[in-house]
């Protein structure tokens, strides 16, 4: 199915969740000189503007990342907030960056980027933003492009999996393939992300997930519906092989998320 487009989405509270912490293992990831393989199934087109007609129709970026940047989250040193800043520094105030440009305002150019995206549309403006970048973006099924690229090399890494869902099926193939990845690339750093619904849609694969490496990181922050009869209530990551010191930044986000929507039920309850 190619019917999903992130434009709608775009900086909601569940990008501000997980690419806050991309950014934050990004950073971690850079710390040595070694290089890094960055992949990524699901890449999207890269650069939104927030305020297309798209963005404005489902407000979802206004009840995220206006709200999260209104609240004062992230410090200037935090990596999320300094790739926003830069990105918006060359394309406009209400620009926000995908995972794709995350990654490439903080990976070096000794790093490798790998992008898939089969929808044709996304594919071709992921192609245009990534143009000044080190980034080599494919036209394919992201999870056969992973299957054919991993282990990757260099063997230092992350793999993020970011699908739309319109697929219910994901749910239940996901954790097989992440097996097999995680066998393959067994010092691989693999992301997951997957929305909360209304439904619990996702609680069968996380706890598949979770049988398969105990010790994987699951994360995972609530949120007030971006408009009425909206199912999504929250947003997820399971991370594989996580890197030093993202437990605590996973704490802190909880923290923040916990108070905005405290802050929000008391504003309703005035």
């Known amino acids: 199915m190619l019917s999903y487009q992130h434009l709608y989405h775009a900086g909601n509270m569940a990008d501000v969740h997980k690419h806050s912490l991309l950014a934050w293992m990004l950073q971690y990831l850079t710390q040595k000189e070694k290089p890094v393989s960055y992949i990524e199934t699901h890449a999207g087109r890269a650069l939104y503007d927030l305020t297309s007609d798209e963005a404005i129709k489902t407000g979802e970026a206004a009840e995220g990342i206006n709200r999260v940047l209104a609240a004062n989250w992230f410090s200037e040193s935090h990596p999320y907030l300094q790739a926003l800043t830069k990105i918006r520094a060359q394309h ?8 794709p440009l995350l990654a490439a305002e903080t990976l070096r150019p000794t790093d490798s980027l790998h992008l898939a995206e089969l929808h044709p549309q996304e594919s071709t403006a992921l192609e245009y933003a990534m143009s000044p970048y080190r980034a080599r973006c494919y036209t394919q099924d992201g999870f056969t492009l992973a299957q054919s690229l991993c282990p990757p090399m260099p063997r230092r890494g992350m793999l993020v999996i970011d699908p739309s869902y319109e697929m219910k099926s994901e749910y239940g193939t996901l954790p097989g393939f992440i097996r097999q990845i995680h066998r ?3 010092v691989g750093i693999i992301v997951l992300w997957y929305p909360l619904l ?8 996380v706890e598949e997930l979770a049988h398969i490496c105990p010790a994987g990181l699951r994360h995972e922050v609530a949120f007030a519906p971006a408009r009425p009869g909206h199912k999504m209530i929250g947003s997820g990551l399971f991370v594989i092989n996580p890197p030093f010191a993202l437990a605590p930044e996973a704490a802190r986000m909880s923290r923040c998320f916990k108070n905005i929507n405290r802050n929000k039920r008391g504003k309703a309850n005035d």
């Open 92 to 99: 406009g105030p209400q620009s926000y960056p995908g995972s």
């Open 198 to 205: 209304t439904t619990g849609t996702h609680h069968s694969m």
């Open 184 to 186: 393959k690339w067994p």
